[in-house]
């Protein structure tokens, strides 16, 4: 379904496709819980494999909930738009901004975690740090005892849109039952007018409403969204190393960006030696980028053997990367065997 002047709003409504293959959470994570489920080993490392796997994995479904929701809201907007519903219109609006706002605070969420994990050198505090994150998740999906509030889920959406607290006041004004419904649907004077809809009057407001609506589900299907994956794929990467042969907890969340080749050839292809995983080996990309201070315009990839082969245009001229298809344990740099 298009509707004139949301298209992100149109794109949420119409990705069906997206939920057949997301849809079924336990078979869409069936791969990487049988992998995990092989860490059967006592050590710290394997332990720290499956509590940050287990604290993902929450996210992970809490984030896909969300989205759902978002995207069944939008579906209900839609209609309530082509059916000139105003007073359904103005409650679903409000719905959107507080799922967008708990979207926001999910990912707020989720970048502490990403951002204290590493600091974390012992098993011990490590377990405490996961589980204290995991929290969050089962506060926003069971609504339980110490359960976030909808105003602090506003607060993070304020980081995105400064007057998200004004807006969303106006739509409560708008949604409970007193004056600002009222004048939905008579004329603003107890004991005068039409019951109809009288949004004709509330041009401003409207107008309002849709530019919310059409931001909040931009943040969801765009910035937020991206965001938020970006972190659970950090995390994922974290396991996935865990899960290698010989890993060690004390490098899990080391950081790998040792280069070489020049990129000037296909033969001379930068290359990122000791990423141990893809996310690694695309983050050393991204920072190799902002390094040299290239823009990329434009990238095409071939996969060659147990190589793909990125050919990607920058503002400077063009740039070969070479990366592994299959990560495994890598051998230890100098400095780790003289640790």
């Known amino acids: 379904m298009k509707v004139p002047g949301h298209p992100h709003l149109s794109n949420i409504v119409d990705r069906d496709e997206a939920w057949v293959a997301l849809g079924d959470f336990d078979l869409l994570m069936k791969g990487s819980d049988q992998k995990v489920q092989s860490l059967t080993s006592a050590t710290d490392t394997s332990e720290a494999g499956r509590l940050m796997h287990g604290f993902a994995r929450d996210h992970f479904h809490l984030l896909l909930v969300g989205r759902y929701k978002i995207r069944e809201i939008a579906r209900g907007i839609c209609a309530a738009l082509v059916s000139k519903n105003e007073t359904v219109l103005f409650n679903l609006a409000r719905s959107l901004v507080e799922h967008t706002a708990a979207l926001a605070y999910q990912t707020n969420a989720l970048k502490k975690a990403v951002n204290e994990l590493p600091k974390k050198a012992d098993i011990k505090n490590l377990r405490e740090t996961i589980e204290r994150h995991r929290k969050v998740a089962k506060q926003l999906y069971y609504n339980e005892k110490g359960a976030v509030h909808v105003h602090d889920m506003i607060k993070s959406l304020a980081q995105h849109i400064n007057s998200a607290r004004r807006d969303y006041e106006a739509l409560c004004e708008f949604v409970h039952p007193n004056y600002g419904s009222n004048r939905l649907v008579s004329s603003g004077q107890l004991g005068i007018g039409q019951m109809r809809s009288h949004v004709e009057e509330l041009g401003p407001d409207l107008g309002r409403t849709h530019w919310m609506i059409e931001r909040c589900a931009m943040l969801a299907d765009d910035e937020l969204n991206k965001e938020a994956s970006g972190y659970l794929i950090k995390i994922a990467s974290w396991v996935e190393i865990a899960c290698q042969e010989g890993a060690k907890l004390s490098v899990i969340f080391s950081v790998r960006g ?70 495994t344990a890598n051998k230890k740099g100098p400095s780790e065997n003289n640790a």
Do not use: C
């Not at 990238?299 to 740039?319: Q, S």
């Open 258 to 327: 040792a280069i070489s080749g020049d990129g000037r050839t296909k033969q001379t292809a930068v290359t990122f030696e000791r990423a141990r995983t893809h996310h690694e080996a695309l983050e050393a990309f991204y920072n190799f980028l902002a390094a040299q201070k290239l823009t990329m315009l434009s990238r095409r990839a071939a996969i060659e053997g147990e190589f793909l082969y990125d050919k990607v245009a920058t503002d400077k001229g063009p740039l070969w990367v070479k990366y592994r298809m299959r990560f």
